[in-house]
């Protein structure tokens, strides 16, 4: 089992590269998004890619492993999940999945 901190070590190291692949504003560490909040909650493990604007919270997917080498995210984000992907492997030396999902509608509050 991975422990806190070392999740938190692992957020700290894949933060940057969701920044360069999704945007300055956009993190890995939002809390889950089920709600339509006006703010997205930041939390100390990778779980929700989003970010916090001016005009309201957006969300463009989220983790699907404890490592950041698995990610789900909206359709029209694959090209930023790619750049992802490339960052990571770059990085670790782990390639990444990556999965679409239209159903993730329901956390649709782009900046």
Do not use: W
């Amino acid at each position: 089992m991975v422990s806190i901190s070392e999740k938190v070590h692992r957020m700290d190291l894949v933060n940057p590269l969701v920044k360069k692949a999704f945007g300055q504003k956009y993190a890995g560490n939002f809390i889950d998004a089920t709600s339509y909040d006006i703010r997205l909650i930041e939390g100390n493990v990778l779980e929700v890619i989003g970010c916090n604007g001016f005009f309201g919270a957006g969300v463009v997917g989220r983790f699907d492993s404890e490592d950041g080498a698995s990610i789900i995210v909206l359709p029209k984000f694959v090209e930023q999940a790619k750049i992802y992907a490339k960052l990571y492997e770059r990085e670790f030396g782990k390639s990444v999945t990556i999965t679409t999902d239209s159903q993730a509608d329901r956390l649709q509050r782009f900046v």
